[in-house]
């Protein structure tokens, strides 16, 4: 229904016990101090048909997670999903089975991609049970904390991609 859903969302993927898996909910850790009644910003294990759901009813999505595309450690790229479909190599193999990719795609099938969605992916090095972010991810982490505060608050992105 109308009103009950923010007009945006931040979404931060992944899984915090395996190494840079957890990249996309530190972000959404550290930004949720932003939180307010038009914005929500949450974790999310990045099960397909329930991040669908997430989103389901915002005019802005950010998705923030790890992808396995052979980019170097904390490369960030930043993917404008609403204009165009995301590129089959850059997520690689998922560790959420169904990944980001096809739920997006899915969405954007169905009609239920929010008008605006923007996707950061971090290029991570490690998914190690039991272990923290390595250096360069946990630098790009900081670095889409920053570029997701302008965009928010009403910068325009930035480049497709960068190195950590």
């Keep these: 229904m109308p009103g009950d859903r923010p007009e945006r969302v931040v979404i931060g993927i992944g899984n915090s016990d395996r190494g840079d898996d957890a990249a996309g909910r530190t972000v ?4 949720r101090d932003m939180s307010s009644n038009d914005i929500a910003i949450f974790e999310h294990d990045g099960e397909a048909t329930s991040l669908l759901a997430s989103f389901e009813g915002t005019t802005t999505a950010f998705l923030i997670d790890a992808s396995q595309s052979a980019a170097p450690a904390g490369t960030v ?5 609403s204009a165009r479909p995301l590129p089959h190599g850059a997520f690689g193999l998922s560790t959420h089975g169904m990944g980001l990719r096809e739920a997006v795609e899915l969405a ?21 049970f039991g272990e923290p972010l390595t250096p360069p991810v946990a630098a790009a982490v900081d670095e889409v ?3 997701l505060r302008q965009e928010i608050d009403g910068g325009v992105g930035s480049a497709e991609s960068t190195h950590a």
């Design 145 to 147: 904390c920053d570029r």
């Design 108 to 128: 954007r099938t169905l009609g239920r991609l929010p008008s605006r969605c923007v996707v950061y992916a971090i290029e991570a090095g490690s998914f190690e």
């Design 28 to 31: 959404a850790r550290r930004l």
């Design 77 to 81: 790229a930043r993917f404008d999903a």
